[in-house]
């Protein structure tokens, strides 16, 4: 995982930012999805994808990130809407500690598909430790 710098263009008139394959990002994004209107103290995403890559931005507000190998696990606190978090496929994620009004918007390598999760957290230890 690593935390990926985003153009900022300043402008008085409000701010742009850009993402653009193989320069921010090297996977082709097959779907965008964004989740939003989180109750506090709501977790979301507690599961791993086989397949799936993404980049997370908390393009409004905040949150955080965890994201765990199945053995030690790091935590990203998001809360600019210039900076990504890539996540490769096969580490567990979840993300809590949602602001207010905060969105988070996926970048996503594959199409939704309900078999590249990895729901249950000692099969997720299981299958990384094979
Ligand atoms: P899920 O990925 O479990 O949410 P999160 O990881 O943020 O907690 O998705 C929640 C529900 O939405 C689940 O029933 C599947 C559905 N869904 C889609 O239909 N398409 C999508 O692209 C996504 C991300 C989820």
């Not at 742009?16 to 779907?31: A, C, M, P, T």
């Amino acid at each position: 995982m690593m935390l990926v710098d985003i153009p900022k263009i300043l402008d008085e008139r409000g701010n742009l930012s850009f993402i653009e394959k193989g320069v921010h990002l090297d996977f082709d994004i097959q779907r965008v999805y964004w989740i939003y209107d989180v109750p506090g103290g709501e977790i979301r995403g507690g599961h791993a994808f086989y397949e799936q890559e993404e980049v997370i931005i908390a393009l409004s507000g905040s949150f955080d990130v965890i994201l765990h190998t199945g053995e030690e696990e790091k935590r990203f606190s998001l809360n600019r809407s210039y900076k990504g978090l890539y996540v490769p496929k096969m580490l567990w994620r979840s993300m809590e500690n949602f602001s207010t009004n905060a969105v988070c918007l996926v970048l996503a390598s594959t199409f939704y598909k309900a078999e590249d999760y990895i729901r249950d957290f000692d099969e997720f230890k299981k299958i990384v430790n094979q």
